[in-house]
Nanobody, 115 residues
Framework: QVQLVESGGGLVQPGGSLRLSCAAS????????MGWYRQVSGEQRELVAR???????TYVDSVKGRFTISRDNAKTTVYLQMNSLKPEDTAVYYC?????????WGQGTQVTVSS
């Protein structure tokens, strides 16, 4: 069992930055790929960024060059640094841990980009 707790969301002006954190319980964090997803009410949840156990990263095209995902295995935490934020980045952001058929989700944190 892996428990995930996101933090760092909030209200930011366009062009601003936020850093999301996802703290994972348990010593098996190192064996899980980690991802950040986002969801707007009434729409499907979409992958934003993903990082493998070997720290290989992938991003959705709309955030490339603006967002950076990273992981600190010693702290069992994954981060999403979000720069140059746009109103269309507004969503609830979720952290996901996955290993084969084993999948865990956090509770989500709201990010609102507005002037």
């Amino acid at each position: 069992q892996v428990q995930l707790v996101e933090s760092g969301g909030g209200l930011v002006q366009p062009g601003g930055s936020l850093r999301l954190s996802c703290a994972a319980s348990g010593s098996i964090f190192n064996f899980y790929a980690m991802g950040w997803y986002r969801q707007v009410s009434g729409e499907q949840r979409e992958l934003v960024a993903r990082i493998t156990t070997g720290s290989v990263t992938t991003y959705v095209d709309s955030v490339k060059g603006r967002f950076t995902i990273s992981r600190d295995n010693a702290k069992t935490t994954v981060y999403l640094q979000m720069n140059s934020l746009k109103p269309e980045d507004t969503a609830v952001y979720y952290c996901k841990a996955s290993r084969g058929f084993s999948v865990f989700w956090g509770q989500g944190t709201q990010v609102t980009v507005s002037s």
